[in-house]
């Protein structure tokens, strides 16, 4: 369930980044509705690593590495998104759109991964 919840929001995180980069193609700097678009993704990304967080905690049976990762990715997943939304107000030109569409792709391989590690150090 974990692994499929994953691959949903990477394909609405890469989405998004392209959006961002058909904006920063034509020239267009971050609008309101990108910012939108990031408040909703980093919604949704809270709600994976909580259920990720709960998954951990109810099905047990991984070593203390594989969590230490997964809640490292979690972390990680969770800063990226403001971060790229802090560094892009700060550029107000198309290439903070550039800024915001790194940040999508980075979030996406942050799920791609998690799900990976969570699918190979599953409970037996």
Same mark, same amino acid.
């Given at each position: 369930?974990?692994?499929?919840? =994953?691959?949903?929001?990477?394909?609405?995180?890469?989405?998004?980044?392209?959006?961002?980069?058909?904006?920063?193609?034509?020239?267009?700097?971050? =609008?309101?509705?990108?910012?939108?678009?990031?408040?909703?993704?980093?919604?949704?990304?809270?709600?994976?690593?909580?259920?990720?967080?709960?998954?951990?905690?109810?099905?047990?049976? @991984?070593?203390?590495?594989?969590?230490?990762?997964?809640?490292?990715?979690?972390? &990680?997943?969770?800063?990226?998104?403001?971060?790229?939304?802090?560094? &892009?107000?700060?550029? @107000?030109?198309?290439?903070?759109?550039?800024?915001?569409?790194?940040?999508?792709? =980075?979030?996406?391989?942050?799920?791609? @991964? =998690?799900?990976?590690?969570?699918?190979?150090?599953?409970? @037996?």
């Amino acid at each position: 369930m974990i692994v499929g919840l =994953t691959f949903v929001v990477l394909a609405l995180a890469l989405a998004w980044a392209l959006w961002c980069v058909v904006s920063a193609v034509i020239g267009q700097a971050p =609008t309101f509705g990108h910012r939108i678009g990031l408040l909703v993704l980093e919604g949704i990304a809270l709600v994976v690593a909580l259920v990720i967080v709960v998954g951990l905690v109810v099905e047990g049976g @991984r070593t203390t590495g594989a969590v230490v990762e997964i809640v490292g990715y979690l972390i &990680a997943m969770l800063a990226v998104l403001p971060i790229g939304a802090a560094l &892009a107000h700060g550029e @107000r030109t198309r290439y903070g759109s550039v800024v915001l569409a790194v940040a999508g792709v =980075t979030l996406a391989v942050l799920l791609l @991964r =998690t799900g990976q590690v969570w699918a190979v150090t599953g409970a @037996r």
